[in-house]
């Protein structure tokens, strides 16, 4: 900030790593500065140069960093893959630094170049997608064919909530879900998971589980074990099951 200036403000990486979102450790900071001011990148210091500079930074220790949407707008239009931008917000919302409404007018009025890695991640967190191993579950439901489940749906039996799994296809009854350590740390989480399963079994639902690594390795397998668990669920009556979709 000493060399960028007073009205500069911190993005990026760092930005995202002070305001408690999970980003890989990074050697470069990320400096915004307004498009007026002449500054140039300089050892570790990277400059942008805009028009739209936040109007609210965020404050922590004297330095001006940008809010968090801003952070993993410019994050993203990095040299990223999908998976990273994918990673950085599904983390932000779920640590709740900032909304998807939030990050949907990032997207919107900010620069339309190099945009598409944040608009992808978007349309998936939209569909109700919590983390990345859901992400590559719908990616793999998308380039299998299968029927378009709905994701992250409240089911109910009358009036009494039953479990919220990850995809859920009404007609078959079939719910999939997606089981990582990394997104169910604790014990007592993992109990849930295996209790929300036996909730579902119990009403005649046919519930699926893979592992996010079972989904990026076996991936033609899954899609196999999942197609014919929709087929055979569309041969019984459909369950009595009411699904809420996630907002």
Avoid at 28 to 50: A, C, E, G, Y
Avoid at 97 to 121: D, F, H, N, V
Wanted: charge should be positive; aromatic fraction near 4%; charged fraction near 25%.
């Amino acid at each position: 900030m000493l060399y960028a200036g007073p009205e500069c403000m911190i993005t990026g990486y760092a930005a995202l790593q002070r305001q408690g979102v999970r980003v890989p450790m990074t050697e470069t900071i990320d400096v915004l500065v307004p498009s007026r001011m002449k500054r140039q990148d300089v050892d570790f210091i990277r400059v942008h140069r805009t028009a739209k500079m936040p109007q609210m930074p965020v404050v922590h220790g004297g330095l001006h960093w940008v809010p968090a949407a801003r952070a993993v707008a410019d994050a993203a239009r990095g040299d990223l893959e999908l998976t990273e931008v994918r990673a950085i917000v599904a983390d932000a919302v779920q640590n709740k630094a900032c909304t998807i409404s939030e990050l949907a007018e990032e997207l919107r009025t900010g620069p339309k170049q190099r945009s598409g890695m944040l608009r992808a991640a978007l349309e998936e967190v939209a569909d109700g997608i919590a983390s990345i191993a859901e992400g590559d579950l719908r990616k793999l439901i998308k380039n299998g064919r299968l029927p378009e489940p709905t994701y992250n749906p409240r089911l109910y039996v009358g009036s009494e909530f039953l479990a919220q799994p990850d995809v859920w296809w009404k007609d078959a009854g079939v719910a999939g879900e997606v089981d990582s350590r990394e997104w169910h740390l604790s014990p007592a989480l993992w109990a849930r998971t295996m209790n929300r399963h036996d909730k579902m079994s119990a009403q005649g639902i046919l519930v699926l589980h893979f592992s996010p690594r079972r989904i990026r390795s076996d991936g033609a397998n899954v899609t196999a074990e999942l197609r014919s668990a929709i087929e055979s669920g569309r041969r019984r009556p459909p369950l009595p099951i009411r699904a809420v979709p996630s907002r």
